[in-house]
């Protein structure tokens, strides 16, 4: 029987009293290691860190903190070659997406650790200026931003065990807030491996980071109303979530990222051939294919005008074809597996569902792995579809099949594009490909309100921009509506989610206090 | 039969087909009006307001709307006199507490339209600086927020008909959002007759403001995944409103200011009759009894040292004692009625059960009303309660009476004051009272995360200070836990719950446009 890892929880190491869940490899399929949280105490465990953690951690300045910060990514570094191994055993992934999971993690650490750093020996933040209250100076309003008095409950993602965490703990330590992670069980390993490693070190206050493994069961049930949970993941779970008492009755803040059928638009005016044109292939092909779709960032839909829809099939789907799937151990791999055959059936799945309603511009369906068992792995080509008729097609805004897929869709005018756009509901990224920086700053303000994050591509960055679906510390992640209505990262705004605002109201004199 | 109130919804006025609800004169007992909803088509009040209403208010910048706003400040200066004569029919105040509710209201849509000019001609606004995403400066990341492409639905409460709409409408119409609201039953003729004269006089694009009296049924079904719902009132409806599937899939964002068990606060080392200890009594009789103690802001505990339990006591129950109650047309008379039968019940059956872990410091139960019926007048004089025990009794920090009551508690130290504090699970306010600042500013930082606002009073601004429980436009309003963790208010940051924030990542030449 495979080894049952431990949660650290109320500031020490505990196995689950049950038999456990097995841990896959999804490309050779053997079992890895088993999670078990049955029979822990979490009210105990919460306690702990609301009332023992938090403390020690508000003791300390945001500067203080942020070189705990930094003593954690050196932990992190110097087991960094242990994580490559076990993300490509459990998450089946190519050294290129492991680095985006792990070394992604270690750089978002990194950046809170130094904006630690620039916030210096405080342990508050003011908001503003004093505001007079009145015709006399003497009396005025100071707004305060003070760290919660609880703790922060993570409920995260199969997609990004190791990025997924630190994206979230580092704002959260550097406000002083305790953590405690509950990863998705398919690849917890990971994530169970990293706040092992850290806990050992002994470089965080005790209780200051957790982690349960296995069943989310009466997770919710200890929050208090000045914790704080954050959650990615399926829309599905995100409304149990908000609809548990200690959110609907306790106040308890809530911060979502669910699914996004997120766009990629290259705007009028635009040759095929163009250098803006062939921006948008190599990043919709870069995007389909990275973390093998795996991305709540990733590119869904590829909106083109009509009159380069063709071209642009041709092209993508010439790009794909070059994708080598299978064992990412083997190193002309380029594409790894899905997580999981959960993941593989409801790959499949979506995939046929969208079929109905479009044509296949690529098919990697029937792509053979490389060095991989076709009935063991969970390996997937990319499949680009298309539909040359954008309005009629209701699915293809609103089905996200969570794998290498995307749709290319035609549109008139910039307009119809940006009705189309909107059809998503709410996304977090939307990606523009263009050479008229007028036209491009134009349509970022139109798309704006319905995404967390407008990624502008133009011939000037082409070796410069960041990637559409990269997730940069110093910009917002999250998005309104289907996409759930959260806001992570973003610099020192990520802190927010973590401080209660308060007015102070006072004779100058007091305020002069508050600094 | 009384006068059928009309609803103005679509951009039109439209009476409910149904029988009607009475409003009643609280003192009086005379059915005054009756309002109703039924057969109203809110999916189509709720499209025309968003898809006409939201354009049209988007087309223009802050500085216009901030003009819209002065216009409507003019609108509602012009009928003052009726909104008084509504007042004290229907809510039963006195005219110094209809001026909260009224001049309140105005005073601050006035200072929302004054915001707006200072925003200028701009039709979103920047948050922050550009970030660099890597060494060259050529590819960085800008925030933004820009205005929500939905309605705004406020569902308020009936203590402030008048301020409670235009509170929450000033900032929602300066940042471009259409707005409808659903007043209480009991007060809503104020609601609805200021917005039937803001409709009439046709200063807002149609379907800027509507107006929905009587049942809320079914008035969340409409919501789509960018409107925004604001709510005034009790936790419980708070939870179902939270737990409404456009909350919970759709992502409509939620603000809630629910009950909260605030305090004031005399720091130690205050002498019985010291200037701290005489503003301390002086604010906590004022809080007790205006509006009859009915707002979401009022002292309900004080806290005293030990050692001036009795001489707190004796001087808060001397002020009770000048308080005249009664018909608020009556001159003599200081405080009005409450606004309902319902009300009156609530408060009884509060007071008795708060009676059997307290002692009556000063009991104001049997005051016969002046120039009332006390047989159908909604009239209760002040009562103040007290217990000895503070830390013993659950009660008094959980249970909040909506009136004239409050409870005085003593505390051994400032530590020990701080933890009773808390025990409110989170408040709107908490006042503090004393003489140096230095103690005061500790103390307001102490208790910042658990309150909206800290009103600390020292003797400088004795005839400075706005008051504990006055919500003023440039402070916060709002608080976390049991409070209902919204935020309201606040100058500029009112406008964030009606704003979408995004990053636009861009070459610097396109941010150029974003300006």
Redesign the interface.
């Known amino acids: 029987m495979s080894q049952l890892l431990l949660n650290h929880l109320a500031g020490r190491s505990q196995a689950g009293s049950g038999a456990g869940t097995p841990l896959l490899d999804p490309v050779l399929g053997t079992e890895l290691a088993r999670v078990d949280a049955t029979g822990l105490d979490l009210a105990a465990g919460f306690a702990f860190a609301r009332e023992q953690a938090g403390p020690a951690l508000r003791a300390l300045t945001y500067a203080q903190r942020g070189a705990l910060l930094a003593a954690v990514v050196k932990v992190l570094q110097a087991n960094r070659d242990a994580y490559y191994e076990i993300s490509t055993a459990n998450s089946g992934t190519v050294k290129n997406d492991t680095a985006i999971d792990v070394d992604g993690g270690i750089y978002t650490l990194g950046t809170y650790a130094k904006l630690g750093e620039s916030l210096g020996e405080r342990r508050?933040l003011l908001d503003?200026e004093a505001?007079?209250?009145?015709k006399?100076p003497?009396?005025q309003?100071q707004?305060?931003m003070?760290?919660?008095?609880g703790v922060a409950l993570f409920i995260n993602a199969f997609n990004f065990p190791g990025w997924g965490l630190w994206e979230k703990a580092g704002p959260a330590l550097l406000s002083g807030v305790p953590v405690i992670v509950k990863p998705a069980t398919a690849t917890a390993w990971l994530t169970q491996r990293m706040v092992q490693d850290v806990v050992a070190a002994g470089v965080l206050p005790a209780g200051a980071l957790s982690v349960v493994c296995g069943s989310s069961a009466g997770l919710l049930d200890p929050l208090q109303?000045?914790d704080v949970v954050s959650f990615t993941g399926s829309?599905e779970t995100?409304?149990i979530i908000?609809?548990h008492?200690a959110?609907?009755?306790?106040?308890v803040?809530v911060n979502?990222e669910?699914d996004s059928i997120n766009s990629a638009l290259l705007l009028p005016g635009e040759a095929a051939g163009s250098e803006a044109f062939e921006l948008l292939v190599k990043e919709a092909a870069r995007e389909m294919t990275q973390k093998s779709g795996q991305k709540c960032t990733a590119i869904r839909r590829i909106f083109v005008p009509e009159a380069l829809y063709g071209a642009a099939a041709g092209a993508i789907a010439a790009r794909l074809a070059k994708t080598t799937v299978g064992n990412p151990r083997n190193e002309s791999v380029r594409m790894g597996s899905l997580v999981s055959r959960a993941q593989l059936a409801s790959v499949r799945e979506g995939l046929a569902a969208l079929k109905q309603h479009t044509e296949v511009l690529h098919d990697g369906a029937g792509q053979a792995p490389v060095d991989a068992d076709p009935a063991v792995a969970c390996c997937v080509g990319p499949t680009l579809l298309g539909a040359r008729d954008a309005d009629g097609n209701a699915l293809v805004h609103d089905l996200e099949v969570f794998g290498p897929v995307a749709t290319l869709l035609p549109y008139r005018d910039a307009a119809h594009a940006f009705a189309l756009v909107r059809r998503g509901?709410?996304s977090l990224v939307a990606s523009l490909y263009g050479s008229d920086?007028?036209a491009?700053?134009?349509a970022?303000?139109e798309l704006?309100?319905?995404?967390?994050?407008?990624?502008?591509v133009?011939p000037?960055?082409a070796a410069?921009?960041?990637g559409h679906g990269n997730v940069?510390p110093?910009?917002?992640h999250g998005g309104?509506?289907?996409?759930?209505?959260g806001?992570e990262l973003?610099?020192v705004?990520a802190l927010n989610f973590y401080h209660?605002?308060?007015?102070?109201?006072?004779?100058t004199?007091?305020?002069?206090?508050?600094n």
Do not use: K, N, Y
Request: glycine fraction near 14%; charged fraction near 15%; avoid cysteine.
């Open positions: 508050h503003g505001a007079r209250l009145g006399d003497a009396f309003s707004h305060l003070v760290p919660t008095r109303p000045f829309a995100a409304a908000r609809s008492p959110v609907t009755h306790g106040s803040r979502i669910a509901q709410g920086a007028a491009l700053g134009s970022a303000l704006a309100d319905s995404h967390g994050r407008v990624h502008v133009s000037e960055v410069l921009h960041t940069m110093q910009s917002l309104p509506g289907r996409a759930g209505g806001e973003g610099g705004r209660r605002r308060a007015a102070v109201q006072a004779a004199a007091v305020l002069a206090h508050l």
